[in-house]
């Protein structure tokens, strides 16, 4: 690992740092080996011979910019992705945030908005919808784009039903959705109470005061001391005793925040900010 | 080839627990090498797998977590419905990138950011698997200077995913597990 870096490492540090400096999407934190792989795939399916080839073309064509972000920006998710998440904030988080008169939710990285349509059918379901102000945030404008207009493929409705079903769902999904050509459109109603706005967490500040955080499978794409910005971050945004909820796979174990948190539903990976 | 990897990357699908289970459980207490191992599961949140082998074995066996720093003597599991990455700076990561080949975790994911992290220094082995994950990656282990592994196909449970590798590999060393095992005991 002590060998001279290669000449394609340079040139996704420059690139990277292109990016950065020309349109302040800042991707230098981010964990390489995945970005690396991603940006490879760019090369190739953009068709550039080189890193230094496409890191040109985006540099003076900001068109680029937007295709190049679908490559960077991770756009995987589903509806009530791990259903046992969402069971554990229906039955363990929602009785705490009845308590309140109105709520904030934020979905930090919502991506095409499918944990954001879950959480909202989660809180219709708990009569808690027309109460709560949802911000669904992303750096990704077409990934809010395809957030903001709720339209998904059929073939992903059976996968999202089953896990809506396991989640504890009290109702029919397809109340909440049209069929037609193919794709699935949910219903604009879901969209009342929610705000779409650009945020980054590695750039940008705290917005609001919330009740409950979910940031899913975002942070395990940051090197730690990212990590550790975006929980900061989460930190100074909730309201004390607010939630936050983190992918199955991530942990606030080694962040230097892990004090301002306590377990909450501990094998759900969902904190609760301390009183402080 | 490289007779003293830094690290092992291992990759098995259908048939994987009996081969795992001739190969982990053969490796000394003294085993100085970090293992990252793949296998196709289902993608439910609980996987036994690291468990299973933990109470098998005389190294340590873990599920991987997100920046981890690799260790000697350990064997790392991807978890369920997640690829597993080796940094260049020494830890592993987690993603949840679309699948390859259908797999999540995916061996191919692995096998390409563990070669580009130890190059020469990494040995890579393909075991029996009923699809075609693995060839790839291997080939990008080879690029790298690393040395291929892949299981004899007629001795695997399942022998599509040894045959890609040696038809993507050709000069991968083809062995059968008792082959392997020993072979691990003398890196």
Same mark, same amino acid.
């Given at each position: 690992m002590s060998a001279p870096e290669k000449v394609e490492d340079i040139e996704i540090r420059l690139l990277l740092e292109a990016l950065y400096h020309q349109?302040?999407?800042?991707?230098?934190?981010?964990?390489?080996a995945s970005v690396k792989r991603r940006l490879k795939q760019a090369r190739e399916q953009l068709g550039f011979a080189t890193i230094s080839a496409l890191q040109e073309s985006v540099l003076h064509n900001p068109a680029m910019v937007p295709r190049l972000l679908g490559y960077l920006t991770v756009q995987v998710s589903e509806m009530f992705r791990d259903p046992s998440y969402f069971r554990a904030i229906r039955e363990k988080v929602v009785p705490h945030l009845r308590t309140y008169p109105s709520l904030k939710v934020w979905v930090a990285?919502?991506?095409?908005?499918e944990e954001l349509y879950s959480l909202v059918i989660l809180f219709r379901e708990e009569g808690l919808e027309e109460r709560t102000l949802f911000y669904a945030t992303d750096i990704n404008q077409e990934a809010l784009q395809i957030a903001e207009a709720g339209i998904y493929n059929l073939d992903r409705i059976q996968l999202f039903t089953e896990n809506h079903r396991k989640s504890g769902?009290?109702?029919?999904?397809?109340?909440?959705y049209t069929a037609a050509y193919g794709r699935a459109s949910f219903d /604009?109603?879901?969209?009342?109470?929610v705000v779409f706005s650009d945020h980054s967490l590695v750039t940008d500040a705290v917005f609001a005061e919330m009740h409950l955080i979910s940031c899913r499978?975002?942070?395990?794409?940051?090197?730690r001391p990212l990590q550790d910005r975006a929980l900061g971050l989460f930190r100074e945004s909730l309201a004390r005793k607010g939630f936050l909820g983190l992918g199955?796979?991530?942990?606030?174990?080694?962040?230097?925040?892990?004090?301002?948190?306590?377990?909450?539903?501990r094998e759900e990976k969902i904190y609760q900010r301390d009183g402080r | 080839m490289n007779a003293s990897p830094k690290a092992i990357v291992i990759g098995a699908s259908a048939g994987a627990l009996d081969a795992l289970s001739v190969i982990l459980p053969?490796?000394?207490?003294?085993?100085?090498l970090p293992l990252m191992v793949v296998v196709h599961i289902?993608?439910? /949140?609980?996987?036994?797998l690291a468990e299973l082998f933990q109470a098998k074995c005389r190294i340590t066996a873990v599920e991987a977590e997100d920046k981890e720093p690799i260790m000697g003597g350990t064997a790392y599991f991807a978890p369920p419905d997640y690829h597993l990455l080796v940094e260049t700076n020494g830890t592993l990561s987690l993603s949840s990138e679309e699948p390859v080949l259908f797999s999540r975790p995916s061996i191919d994911v692995l096998f390409e950011s563990a070669a580009d992290a130890y190059g020469p220094d990494l040995t890579a082995i393909v075991l029996t698997g009923?699809?075609?994950?693995?060839a790839k990656g291997l080939a990008c282990v080879v690029e790298a200077g690393g040395t291929a592994i892949v299981q004899n196909p007629q001795d695997a449970f399942a022998s599509a995913m040894p045959e890609s590798a040696i038809a993507i590999c050709p000069d991968a060393q083809v062995m059968s597990l008792a082959a392997i095992a020993a072979y691990l005991q003398k890196v």
């Open positions: 349109y302040h999407y800042d991707f230098r934190n981010y964990a390489m990285g919502c991506s095409g908005g769902g009290k109702s029919s999904l397809s109340d909440y /604009k109603t879901l969209r009342q109470q499978n975002v942070m395990i794409y940051f090197d199955a796979k991530e942990s606030l174990r080694f962040s230097q925040h892990a004090d301002a948190f306590n377990d909450f539903v | 053969a490796l000394p207490a003294s085993f100085k289902p993608p439910d /949140k609980h996987s036994i009923a699809n075609e994950d693995g």
